[in-house]
């Protein structure tokens, strides 16, 4: 069993930046591909990053693209989502995820009943 927790949520003021942690208690993270995901209210979950095990390729959803950089350290068992020039769509509750799916695309469909979920830390960017 793995559990993640994420943080580095809160309130912020449009156009500035947020950095979202998530770290995961388990020794074997770098066999993880990890994936970031919001869900704002009264919508779907949908799909924001993912980052393969070794860091080395990355997918974002196109509203994000440009603006956000997922990365980890898996020395540190953590993967992060620096999110810069922030809008007031982003304002959702942001959930990372782990999985053993082999590609960036498997995980951004990742069903909510596979891998493993962190508790969510909510993000509110203001006008």
């Known amino acids: 069993q793995v559990q993640l927790v994420e943080s580095g949520g809160g309130l912020v003021q449009a156009g500035n930046s947020l950095r979202l942690s998530c770290t995961a208690s388990t020794n074997s993270f770098s066999d993880y591909t990890m994936g970031w995901f919001r869900q704002a209210p009264g919508k779907e979950r949908e799909f924001v990053a993912a980052?393969?095990?070794?860091?080395?390729?990355?997918k974002y959803t196109d509203s994000v693209q440009g603006r956000f950089i997922c990365s980890r350290d898996n020395a540190k068992n953590t993967a992060y989502l620096q999110m810069n020039s922030l809008k007031p769509e982003d304002t959702a509750v942001y959930y990372c995820?782990?999985?053993?799916?082999?590609?960036?695309?498997?995980?951004?469909?990742?069903?909510?009943?596979?891998?493993?979920w962190g508790q969510g830390t909510p993000v509110t960017v203001s006008s």
């Open positions: 980052i393969s095990w070794a860091g080395g390729n990355t």
């Open positions: 995820a782990a999985s053993y799916v082999s590609t960036l695309q498997a995980m951004s469909v990742l069903d909510h009943g596979r891998g493993y």
